[in-house]
């Protein structure tokens, strides 16, 4: 088998090929990190690398494998790349912050350590900007991290570097969390697989568990891949109060979606949208129909308190952890983390409670709509992506030419009003590229706690199309 073909293999064929006996987990790793080693100069996806232990690691998986009556676990000898913010006991983790270069954290966080016990191998941890508080993906501390479809623009944020590990080749399974859209956003500019959980379904680390709008999820080149790694971070934790019991598992195999009906947005009634990115959510939609469904676009009566409310919820709760670490280190932050924290300080208890309140009016709406329909679709970028160094004091966000008029950091991304309905899942996958090569997105939205439903939905989808990455042809070129 050619590297390049092993590379770009999915986890689930390569578990299945591991229990054969007809791949070793160290063919693997060192396919992996080879190919980490020739691209990181080139993108800049990983802060911390483990190349050596995962290689120890990979050889006692070999072993495990090797035994008849080994017991090997659902991610067993998978190198999986970890975003840089989540714990793991005795590795530096630096949230992309010179703040805490310093720091390794003595135990680990939930989601990795269910990662570790099913055979997981970490081995790099993946950038985000500073303390995860952009929708691209550069910092003082690790430098800029370039899309791998066209290194002028970003990978998107805040889980960025998973985005680009996964769509180079550097990792077969990634981690991301998601407070604005920073799992979907970089799934979206890197052309790969974002899942969104509702809030509870997986675990997660305080005091931001108790955020509704915050979750952590798996980022994949497949659908199947992402499900395997939801299935293994899904779950109650005893150190979580709003994890959920019980724990949900997902199926593999979807029954057809002949007969479903799907709702549809492309501007959500208030984003200007690329006219490239309008293009090829047409062509998935014409996917959907040649599957049966009916596809039908709807007005959701949003307008732009929809961004207004969750950038207000983000900035009282979210801003101030930036306001609190400035107040020591403000000369050594990047400046995007700075400003954040000084809009903190301008927030008060009443504007948050109208944040409350235009949740509760969105989903008045999106609610009693969902009734009538199985998902709902819209783009996951209103743009494929802004540059890779992207500076919100200086520069603009342009879409079909025009001055976006909403707050820069996510006028160009549509994720974050499905934060604010944290209890829907989200599931984001490919729909194409653009002419600059930047892939382009949609998300499949389920109701409340449905999530099977945005996997039906898109498990139907990647079958249509013949998933991505699966030719030489469908990968970034380097």
Same mark, same amino acid.
């Given at each position: 088998?050619?590297?390049?073909?092993?590379?770009?293999?999915?986890?689930?064929?390569?578990?299945?090929?591991f229990?054969?006996?007809?791949?070793?987990?160290?063919?693997?790793?060192?396919?992996?990190?080879?190919?980490?080693?020739e691209?990181?100069?080139?993108?800049?996806?990983?802060?911390?690398?483990?190349?050596?232990?995962?290689?120890?690691?990979?050889?006692?998986?070999?072993?495990?494998?090797?035994?008849?009556?080994?017991?090997?676990?659902?991610?067993?000898?998978?190198?999986?790349?970890?975003?840089?913010?989540?714990?793991?006991?005795?590795?530096?983790?630096?949230?992309?912050?010179?703040?805490?270069?310093?720091?390794?954290?003595?135990?680990?966080?939930?989601?990795?350590?269910?990662?570790?016990?099913?055979?997981?191998?970490?081995?790099?941890?993946?950038?985000?900007?500073?303390?995860?508080?952009?929708?691209?993906?550069?910092?003082?501390?690790?430098?800029?991290?370039?899309?791998?479809?066209n290194?002028?623009?970003?990978?998107?944020?805040?889980?960025?570097g998973?985005?680009?590990?996964?769509?180079?080749?550097?990792?077969?399974?990634?981690?991301?969390?998601?407070?604005?859209?920073?799992?979907?956003?970089?799934?979206?500019?890197?052309?790969?697989?974002?899942?969104?959980?509702?809030?509870?379904?997986n675990?997660?680390d305080?005091?931001f568990?108790?955020?509704?709008?915050?979750?952590?999820?798996p980022?994949?080149?497949?659908?199947?891949?992402?499900?395997?790694?939801?299935?293994?971070?899904?779950?109650?934790?005893p150190?979580?109060?709003?994890?959920?019991?019980?724990?949900?598992?997902?199926?593999?195999?979807?029954?057809?979606?002949?007969?479903?009906?799907?709702?549809?947005?492309?501007?959500?009634?208030?984003?200007?949208?690329?006219?490239?990115?309008?293009?090829?959510?047409? @062509?998935?939609?014409?996917?959907?129909?040649?599957?049966?469904?009916?596809?039908?676009?709807?007005?959701?009566?949003?307008?732009?308190?929809?961004?207004?409310?969750?950038?207000?919820?983000?900035?009282?709760?979210?801003?101030?952890?930036?306001?609190?670490?400035?107040?020591?280190?403000?000369?050594?932050?990047?400046?995007?983390?700075?400003?954040?924290? @000084?809009?903190?300080?301008?927030?008060?208890?009443?504007?948050?409670?109208?944040?409350?309140?235009?949740?509760?009016?969105m989903?008045?709406?999106?609610?009693?709509?969902?009734?009538?329909?199985?998902?709902?679709?819209?783009?996951?970028?209103?743009?494929?992506?802004?540059?890779?160094?992207?500076?919100?004091?200086?520069d603009?966000?342009?879409?079909?030419?025009?001055?976006s008029?909403?707050?820069?950091t996510?006028?160009?991304?549509?994720?974050?009003?499905?934060?604010?309905?944290?209890?829907?899942?989200?599931?984001?996958?490919?729909?194409?590229?653009?002419?600059?090569?930047?892939?382009?997105?949609?998300?499949?939205?389920?109701?409340?706690?449905?999530?099977?439903?945005?996997?039906?939905?898109?498990?139907?989808?990647?079958?249509?199309?013949?998933?991505?990455?699966?030719?030489?042809?469908?990968?970034?070129?380097?």
């Amino acid at each position: 088998m050619k590297n390049d073909d092993l590379i770009y293999m999915t986890a689930t064929e390569a578990a299945a090929l591991f229990r054969k006996r007809k791949l070793s987990p160290v063919e693997l790793m060192e396919a992996v990190i080879t190919r980490a080693e020739e691209v990181q100069p080139k993108i800049n996806a990983f802060t911390f690398t483990h190349y050596d232990e995962a290689m120890d690691l990979a050889k006692a998986a070999e072993a495990k494998f090797m035994k008849k009556d080994g017991r090997v676990g659902a991610l067993e000898g998978l190198p999986i790349a970890i975003k840089d913010e989540s714990w793991i006991a005795g590795k530096p983790t630096s949230y992309g912050s010179l703040t805490a270069k310093d720091f390794v954290p003595d135990k680990t966080s939930v989601n990795n350590e269910r990662i570790l016990k099913a055979g997981g191998i970490v081995h790099a941890r993946t950038a985000t900007p500073e303390f995860s508080c952009a929708a691209y993906t550069h910092s003082k501390m690790w430098g800029v991290t370039r899309n791998p479809w066209n290194r002028r623009f970003t990978t998107g944020g805040s889980s960025g570097g998973s985005g680009a590990s996964l769509a180079a080749g550097t990792a077969p399974l990634a981690t991301g969390s998601d407070i604005g859209g920073s799992i979907r956003i970089p799934a979206g500019a890197c052309g790969v697989v974002g899942f969104k959980p509702p809030y509870g379904r997986n675990a997660d680390d305080a005091p931001f568990n108790l955020d509704p709008y915050c979750h952590t999820g798996p980022m994949a080149r497949s659908i199947q891949d992402a499900i395997l790694l939801q299935n293994v971070i899904c779950g109650p934790s005893p150190h979580d109060i709003a994890s959920l019991r019980p724990k949900l598992r997902l199926p593999t195999d979807y029954k057809p979606i002949k007969g479903w009906k799907i709702a549809y947005s492309f501007d959500l009634g208030f984003f200007d949208v690329d006219t490239e990115v309008v293009a090829n959510m047409k @062509k998935a939609l014409r996917v959907f129909k040649s599957l049966g469904a009916t596809v039908e676009e709807v007005d959701l009566g949003w307008g732009r308190e929809a961004i207004d409310t969750g950038i207000a919820h983000l900035t009282h709760l979210f801003g101030s952890l930036m306001a609190g670490v400035a107040k020591k280190h403000r000369r050594i932050m990047t400046d995007y983390a700075v400003d954040f924290g @000084k809009k903190a300080v301008k927030s008060t208890p009443a504007k948050f409670l109208k944040s409350m309140e235009g949740a509760a009016k969105m989903y008045d709406t999106f609610g009693p709509m969902m009734e009538k329909y199985d998902v709902f679709i819209c783009p996951t970028n209103a743009l494929p992506a802004v540059k890779a160094d992207f500076d919100e004091r200086k520069d603009e966000v342009r879409i079909n030419g025009k001055v976006s008029p909403l707050p820069k950091t996510l006028a160009w991304c549509m994720t974050t009003p499905f934060n604010t309905l944290s209890r829907c899942p989200v599931l984001a996958v490919p729909t194409g590229h653009a002419s600059n090569g930047v892939p382009t997105s949609i998300q499949i939205i389920g109701r409340t706690y449905s999530d099977a439903d945005v996997f039906r939905a898109g498990v139907a989808y990647e079958e249509a199309v013949g998933g991505w990455y699966t030719k030489t042809r469908s990968r970034p070129k380097f």
